[in-house]
């Protein structure tokens, strides 16, 4: 019984590996399996920070994404290159944090103003 138990994480942990390679930063929402897809069931969220879920069994996606940016922050965690922009506009825009911002955000932030 205990080999079996044993099998099972090991299975679970490789599952987990192969979902998490390659994403450094992410919000992780777990699905049931269900044919309900306009309104599917969500099982779990988590939040991963460098190939590692960091939390999880979180209320919603707003919480989670709450709880990533207080981690990036408090662990003092770049943005990943490809999402620099989109990290950067929501924190300057929408979370008010920061005067300064590169162009693009600035300009961005002008035209949704308008």
């Known amino acids: 019984m205990e080999d079996l138990l044993e099998k099972l994480d090991e299975q679970d942990t490789d599952h987990e ?3 998490l390679r ?3 930063v992410a919000i992780l929402t777990i699905i049931e399996d269900d044919d309900a897809a306009i309104s599917p069931n969500v099982r ?3 939040v991963v920070l460098e190939w590692t879920i960091v939390l999880q069994d979180l209320p919603d ?3 989670a994404f709450a709880y990533l940016f207080g ?3 408090a ?3 770049d943005y990943p290159k490809e999402m620099r922009y ?3 506009g929501i ?3 929408f979370f008010e944090l920061g005067s300064r911002c590169s162009q693009c955000i600035r300009s961005l932030k002008t035209n949704l103003l308008l």
């Open 71 to 73: 981690l990036l922050y």
């Open 22 to 24: 390659g994403v450094s």
């Open 75 to 77: 662990m003092d965690i």
């Open 91 to 93: 924190q300057t825009i």
């Open 61 to 63: 996606l707003s919480t």
């Open 86 to 88: 989109t990290f950067e």
């Open 44 to 46: 779990d969220v988590a």
């Open 17 to 19: 590996k192969r979902v």
